[in-house]
């Protein structure tokens, strides 16, 4: 059974840090790797969509990709108390038109 | 630009009731998903579509249906409502990409609809 993992937190970082987020997954075939925020009562947006191997860079946000060790992380640089909410994590398995999610980590940025 | 619309937001309902769950898309897009989120829960997927005329099962279908008309409209059915079911529905579309990034297109989420039932 494909499975997506990841800390659910809360993790809690101080405003203008780095907050790191990381995502494992079951399976060496995949193919597409996915980060979603969502706010409290709102629905998921998606902030990067990562496909090869390495670093991804979009503004603060930085996914980085290895498919070796199978897993996918989300940087957050200049962590701003905006940026407070569940990250999702999702991945595309070759196969299979479904994305298969994470349960998420709450990240808390104090001020 | 409406993007995924869902309706309604809010329902409650009693046990042995049904209902539908109304989803409709403006950006043309093939794809369309059904999924429903549990508090602190990721999110299930329930059906989903690939276009009009086209539905397949996801990992939690039991208790719904669904049914694609056309390429903008996705309901999903409820037709013996159970306390089980209380949860939040989220309708979501993609297009299908071309080339090498065919079927890997992120995917748009409406705002969803909160059910309870009681």
């Known amino acids: 059974q494909k499975e997506v993992e990841q800390n659910s937190g809360p993790l809690s970082v101080p405003e203008g840090a780095i907050a790191s987020l990381n995502c494992t997954y079951s399976?060496?075939?995949?193919?597409?790797f996915f980060w979603y925020r969502q706010y409290s009562g709102k629905s998921p947006e998606l902030i990067m969509s990562?496909?090869s191997n390495g670093d991804k860079e979009d503004g603060r946000f930085t996914a980085q990709l290895n498919k070796a060790s199978q897993y996918v992380s989300l940087l957050i640089r200049d962590s701003q108390p905006s940026d407070s909410a569940t990250y999702l994590c999702a991945v595309k398995w070759d196969s299979n038109y479904q994305l298969i999610w994470g349960a998420g980590t709450k990240l808390i940025i104090k001020p | 630009n409406a993007g995924v619309t869902q309706t309604p937001k809010f329902r409650i309902l009693k046990i042995g009731q049904s209902m539908t769950l109304q989803c409709t898309q403006d950006m043309n897009h093939n794809y369309m998903y059904w999924y429903r989120q549990d508090p602190g829960m990721g999110l299930k997927l329930i059906y989903y579509s690939v276009g009009a005329g086209i539905t397949d099962k996801g990992e939690v279908p039991n208790g719904y249906n669904v049914s694609r008309s056309t390429t903008e409209d996705f309901p999903l059915r409820l037709e013996l409502a159970a306390p089980s079911q209380t949860s939040v529905y989220f309708c979501?579309?993609?297009?299908?990409?071309?080339?090498?990034?065919?079927?890997?297109?992120?995917?748009?989420f409406g705002d969803g609809t909160r059910l309870s039932i009681l």
């Open positions: 979501a579309s993609s297009y299908s990409g071309t080339g090498g990034r065919w079927g890997n297109q992120p995917q748009h």
């Open positions: 399976d060496r075939v995949s193919q597409s």
């Open positions: 990562i496909y």
